[in-house]
Nanobody, 119 residues
Framework: QVQLVESGGGLVQPGGSLRLSCAAS????????MGWYRQAPGKERELVAS???????NYADTAKGRFTISRDNAKNTVYLQMNSLKSEDTAVYYC?????????????WGKGTLVTVSS
């Protein structure tokens, strides 16, 4: 089992920045990869960015150049630095993690943190 707890959401003006954090606990040694998804009102949940246990990253086109995903393995935490925020970035942001036991994969989600971009 893995537990994921997000933090760092809030209200920010357009053009501003936020840093989201996701702290993982439990069977963390088997986690790979971790990522951030978001779900805006009336829309499907979508991938924002992901990072592997060796630091490989993947970004949605909407996040490239503005968002940076990183991880601190010592703290079992993944971060999402979001710059140049736009109103369309408003969404609940969810932390996600995959774990592996041999060929068996399990997927875990945090409860989400709300990001509101508005003036």
């Amino acid at each position: 089992q893995v537990q994921l707890v997000e933090s760092g959401g809030g209200l920010v003006q357009p053009g501003g920045s936020l840093r989201l954090s996701c702290a993982a606990s439990g069977n963390i040694d088997s986690i790979n990869p971790m990522g951030w998804y978001r779900q805006a009102p009336g829309k499907e949940r979508e991938l924002v960015a992901s990072i592997t246990n060796i630091g490989g990253t993947n970004y949605a086109d909407t996040a490239k150049g503005r968002f940076t995903i990183s991880r601190d393995n010592a703290k079992n935490t993944v971060y999402l630095q979001m710059n140049s925020l736009k109103s369309e970035d408003t969404a609940v942001y969810y932390c996600n993690a995959w774990t592996w036991a041999g060929l068996v994969a399990r997927n875990y989600w945090g409860k989400g943190t709300l990001v509101t971009v508005s003036s």
